[in-house]
């Protein structure tokens, strides 16, 4: 199948991508100190230089005391970070790219494995992670306006600094996530709630003062996921109006487009249909969305992490439901994590140059 219908520009707000690939947020623990270096600029300019059309940042902390579990994460605030961020998107731009920070909050973590720990507790909206396990606290009022403050503060400085974007980590059980799922946000006050719906409460609130912080023009994304980590198969939407319910208050509140994460792009996510979550989430609200999840690859993501070698697949069932206008843009994660020049073989053809995915590339910046 030809694969020209990828090739074509976006545009959307002040946002001007030169096709609709879009390298997808990996953390990848090389910023000592929260500082991302010259060598995390390199690694993402050699993305912008292979062509990829808009580049996600690795998930990046805002300035809570304990945003992050792991002393290798980037940080979205303070002098010395966001001076390595400012250099990350000078040098984006200067090879032709365009680039969003993935702006996080970890909420409720395990400890880290290297043993490293923020100052103080891990913070949510009820001090669990999963169903049972306690580890950390459950945040106050002030504590939860004073996060909604911070996150206001890394879209400002996202934008002061020249990022074309920005996207708000609301899936995959962190801090948003925590907030929508019932499995971890027991509260009774006016952030929790029977019903995702009202569970939608506290991602508002931070989507309106991100929104009021950057202004209008400023394309605004938000990822989220069903599944979680501690449970794959997990659904907070059973039904599409379930999921109107939890994304039409997210669109009113100022997000302009969804990333919806998947392990597997062509799992349907309700019976009865071949849509996945990108294809409702457009048919539900009109906005613009992105799919991921093995495009390109032979095996998914998780299984990667447990050292299940992926090999380069066909693109033409991502093709079908692209060009049927399921989704407007394309994520890929470890095609691109593994290889600068992915995008610009897939334009060129050269599919014999494509290269799998095996658990090595993680140890050094490609
Ligand atoms: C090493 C690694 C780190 C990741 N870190 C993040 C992250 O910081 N934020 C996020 O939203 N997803 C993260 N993900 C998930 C990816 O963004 C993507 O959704 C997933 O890898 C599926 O895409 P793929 O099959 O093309 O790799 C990570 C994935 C990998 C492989």
């Known amino acids: 199948m030809s694969n020209l219908s990828l090739f074509e520009p976006f545009s959307f707000k002040s946002l001007n991508i030169k096709n609709?690939?879009?390298?997808?947020?990996?953390?990848?623990?090389?910023?000592?100190?929260?500082?991302?270096?010259?060598?995390?600029?390199?690694?993402?300019?050699?993305?912008?230089?292979g062509e990829v059309g808009l580049i996600l940042s690795e998930g990046t902390v805002i300035n809570r005391p304990a945003s992050s579990n792991d002393a290798n994460v980037p940080r979205f605030h303070g002098e010395i970070s966001l001076a390595g961020w400012q250099k990350v998107i000078n040098d984006v731009h200067a090879a032709g790219g365009s680039m969003g920070p993935q702006i996080w909050h970890m909420g409720v973590m395990d400890d880290h494995h290297?043993?490293?720990?923020?100052?103080?507790?891990?913070?949510g909206p009820s001090g669990i992670n999963r169903p049972g396990n306690t580890n950390g606290l459950a945040m106050s009022e002030k504590d939860i306006a004073d996060t909604i403050k911070a996150f206001g503060d890394a879209a400002a400085d996202a934008k002061r600094l020249g990022f074309d974007t920005l996207e708000l980590h609301?899936?995959?059980?962190?801090l948003i996530d925590q907030f929508f799922s019932d499995k971890t946000n027991l509260r009774t006050d006016i952030y929790g709630g029977k019903t995702l719906a009202e569970r939608t409460r506290f991602a508002v609130e931070v989507i309106k003062e991100v929104r009021k912080r950057v202004?209008?023009?400023?394309?605004?994304?938000?990822?989220?996921?069903?599944?979680?980590?501690?449970?794959?198969?997990?659904?907070?939407?059973?039904?599409?109006?379930?999921?109107e319910a939890?994304?039409?208050?997210?669109?009113?509140?100022?997000?302009d487009i969804f990333h919806c994460s998947q392990r597997r792009f062509w799992e349907p996510e309700f019976e009865g249909s071949d849509l996945n979550f990108a294809g409702w989430a457009k048919k539900l609200t009109g906005k613009t969305t992105?799919?991921?999840?093995?495009?390109?690859?032979?095996?998914?993501?998780?299984?990667?992490?447990?050292?299940?070698?992926?090999?380069?697949?066909?693109?033409?069932?991502?093709?079908?439901?692209?060009?049927?206008?399921?989704?407007?843009?394309?994520?890929?994660?470890?095609?691109?994590?593994?290889?600068?020049?992915?995008?610009?073989?897939?334009?060129?053809?050269?599919?014999?140059?494509?290269k799998g995915f095996s658990k090595e590339a993680l140890a050094e910046l490609l």
């Open 20 to 49: 609709r690939i879009v390298m997808a947020p990996m953390t990848r623990s090389f910023s000592p100190n929260g500082v991302p270096g010259e060598n995390v600029a390199a690694y993402y300019q050699r993305r912008a230089a």
């Open 246 to 255: 939890w994304l039409q208050p997210l669109a009113d509140a100022g997000i």
């Open 114 to 123: 290297s043993g490293w720990k923020p100052l103080t507790p891990f913070e």
């Open 215 to 243: 202004g209008e023009d400023f394309p605004l994304i938000i990822r989220l996921s069903q599944w979680k980590p501690y449970e794959y198969n997990s659904k907070m939407a059973h039904t599409p109006a379930e999921m």
């Open 290 to 354: 992105i799919t991921v999840g093995s495009i390109g690859l032979s095996g998914e993501f998780l299984a990667a992490f447990k050292g299940e070698s992926s090999e380069p697949s066909s693109l033409d069932e991502l093709l079908r439901r692209f060009d049927r206008g399921d989704f407007d843009l394309v994520a890929v994660g470890r095609p691109l994590l593994a290889d600068p020049d992915w995008v610009s073989k897939i334009k060129e053809g050269r599919t014999a140059e494509l």
């Open 170 to 174: 609301g899936a995959h059980n962190y």
